[in-house]
């Protein structure tokens, strides 16, 4: 999963995009639910929060969520409702 820092604006351009509606607004900052987050697998080639945030190095491969493309298109295939 993908992690939103504390660069974020607040500008809402990543949100709108996320086909899994992983990011919501949180208490400070923008942030994203790593258990709907599967780096975009399945969806697109390149984290589209990524591309469209303003902001470099914004957002980043979450630490603490470190999973390989195997686990993130299996998480792709549950979010889908297909398993
Ligand atoms: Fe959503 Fe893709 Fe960003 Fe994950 S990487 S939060 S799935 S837009
Ligand atoms: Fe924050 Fe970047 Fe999302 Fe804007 S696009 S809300 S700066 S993470």
Redesign the pocket.
């Known amino acids: 999963a993908l992690l939103?820092t504390t660069?974020?604006?607040?500008?809402?351009?990543?949100?709108p995009e996320c086909p899994n509606e992983a990011?919501t607004m949180g208490d400070e900052?923008?942030e994203i639910n790593p258990d709907r987050c599967t780096e975009c697998k399945g969806h697109y080639d390149k984290p589209t929060?990524q591309s469209?945030?303003?902001?470099t190095n914004?957002?980043i491969t979450d630490p603490e969520h470190i999973e390989s493309d195997d686990e993130l298109l299996e998480k792709f295939v549950t979010l889908q409702g297909l398993a």
């Open positions: 939103i660069k974020c604006i607040n500008c809402d351009m990543c949100d990011i900052f923008y929060c469209v945030c303003p902001i914004c957002i």
